[in-house]
């Protein structure tokens, strides 16, 4: 089944840490650029980081810079995001999405169902 | 780039027409004007990519338009299912979102 399956959610204090992980399977995850796009509650969507095909290009969105990293390992089929130093305004549902080609953050093809990270004290 | 979606909110019935609007505050390139549909509690879905193509699955009451600076989605007959918020979408941002309620 074509699917992706993210984990890795939870609560966390401010400028506290988490690594998101996403789980590919059914395709060729090797040909797909990845990304990470959240969407707070009751809000809209918020593209988040970006990594290509074969990890060498990789942007995140100015509200990350500096804090959060995108990475991917194609010998497991998994896309990462780890998250440093954050932030109430972090709170959100985080998806995985798949690109639609081997750039990323083309139109998104394929998202997972997300994993919920609430920053609070 | 800033993605302007209009209306906020469509009041409409089951088999009357949508259009929604997405306007970018400087041309782009369709290439990369996708549009998505999400619901209650579910992940988005994609609709409409390169502004005109409809993704796999996708029925043909949805169509996608446009050029420059002004897109726009069309949903020709509103099933009961079509009742949702619906995302423009350009490399790096989203637009705000449509709601489309029922009537």
């Known amino acids: 089944e074509v699917q992706l399956v993210e984990s890795g959610g939870g609560v966390v204090r401010p400028g506290g840490s988490r690594r998101l992980s996403c789980a590919a399977s059914?395709?060729?995850?090797?040909?797909?650029?990845m990304d990470w796009v959240r969407q707070s509650p009751g809000k809209g969507l918020e593209w988040v980081c970006g990594?290509?095909?074969?990890?060498?290009?990789?942007n995140c969105a100015a509200s990350v810079w500096g804090r959060f990293a995108i990475s991917r390992d194609n010998a497991k089929n998994s896309l990462y995001l780890q998250m440093n130093s954050l932030r109430a305004e972090d709170t959100a549902l985080y998806y995985c999405a798949r690109s639609g080609g081997r750039d990323y953050d083309l139109h998104f093809d394929l998202w997972g169902q997300g994993t919920m990270i609430s920053v609070s004290s | 780039i800033v993605f302007t979606q209009s209306p906020g909110t469509l009041s409409l019935s089951p088999g009357e027409r949508a259009t929604l609007s997405c306007r970018a505050s400087q041309s782009v390139s369709g290439t990369y004007l996708a549009w998505y549909q999400q619901k209650p509690g579910q992940a988005p879905r994609l609709l409409i990519y390169g502004a005109s193509t409809r993704a796999t699955g996708v029925p043909d009451r949805f169509s996608g338009s446009g050029s420059g600076m002004d897109f726009t989605l069309t949903i020709g007959r509103l099933e009961p299912e079509d009742f949702a918020v619906y995302y423009c979408q350009h490399p790096g941002t989203f637009g705000q979102g449509t709601r489309i309620d029922i009537k």
């Open positions: 059914g395709f060729n995850f090797d040909a797909h650029g």
């Open positions: 990594v290509g095909w074969n990890g060498d290009n990789k």
